[in-house]
């Protein structure tokens, strides 16, 4: 089992950053693909950013490509999602979400752990 918790949301105004982590407990991340999805009010959950934690490799929705920046801490088996110029339709839960095995990266199925969530609002 892994226990995921997420932490920095809030309140923010449109071009303000906010930086969320993601920190795991039971086990280490070594072997997973570590992503973060959001959901808005009204819509579908989405795919955001994620990270194949033994190589680094990132990938980004469109939508956030040039803002937000997903890093790691091995050390203390954290991810991270800075989240730069942030406008309203970021407003969003953001989930942290993990999954131990291969497959579409932005396949919502395909995730085997979640965190609680957490909530960003970005006002104009």
């Known amino acids: 089992q892994v226990q995921l918790v997420e932490s920095g949301g809030g309140l923010v105004q449109a071009g303000d950053s906010l930086r969320l982590s993601c920190a795991a407990s039971?086990?280490?991340?070594?072997?997973?693909?570590v992503a973060w999805f959001r959901e808005a009010p009204g819509k579908e959950r989405e795919f955001v950013s994620g990270?194949?934690?033994?190589?680094?490799?990132?990938y980004y929705a469109d939508s956030v490509k040039g803002r937000f920046t997903l890093s790691r801490d091995n050390a203390n088996n954290t991810a991270y999602l800075q989240m730069n110029d942030l406008n309203p339709e970021d407003t969003a839960i953001y989930y942290c979400?993990?999954?131990?095995?291969?497959?579409?990266?932005?396949?919502?199925?395909?995730?085997?752990?979640w965190g609680q969530g957490i909530q960003v609002t970005v006002s104009s």
């Open positions: 979400a993990v999954r131990q095995s291969g497959g579409t990266i932005a396949l919502i199925s395909g995730y085997d752990f």
């Open positions: 039971g086990r280490t991340f070594s072997s997973f693909f």
């Open positions: 990270v194949r934690w033994n190589t680094g490799a990132t």
